[in-house]
């Protein structure tokens, strides 16, 4: 069982950031695969960035030059630095934990981006 609980989301203009944050409460966290995802009202949930075990990232297109993931091992933290946001970047994100069975999530934060 992994729970998990985003912060640092919230309301900012068009070319901002944000730092999105993920505290994960289980013994094993090293061996989780860590994810961003995006929920835009009326939409699926969609993977911005993930980073495996040993550090390997990988970004979603709309991602890619502007986002950054991290995770932090000692400390059960995943993050996510947003730079240069638009619009598009709204919705609900999600931080997921994947083994090979299950991906757990936690219950989300808000990140709205104004024009």
């Known amino acids: 069982q992994v729970q998990l609980v985003e912060s640092g989301g919230g309301l900012v203009q068009a070319g901002g950031s944000l730092r999105l944050s993920c505290a994960a409460s289980?013994?094993?966290?090293?061996?989780?695969?860590m994810g961003w995802y995006r929920q835009a009202p009326g939409k699926q949930r969609d993977m911005v960035a993930s980073?495996?075990?040993?550090?390997?990232?990988n970004y979603a297109d709309s991602s890619k030059g502007r986002f950054t993931i991290s995770r932090d091992n000692a400390n059960n933290m995943v993050y996510l630095q947003m730079n240069s946001l638009k619009p598009e970047d709204t919705g609900v994100y999600y931080c997921?934990?994947?083994?090979?069975?299950?991906?757990?999530w936690g219950q989300g934060t808000q990140v709205t981006v104004s024009s």
């Open positions: 997921g934990a994947t083994n090979e069975f299950f991906t757990f």
């Open positions: 289980t013994s094993g966290f090293s061996i989780y695969t």
């Open positions: 980073i495996t075990s040993g550090g390997n990232t």
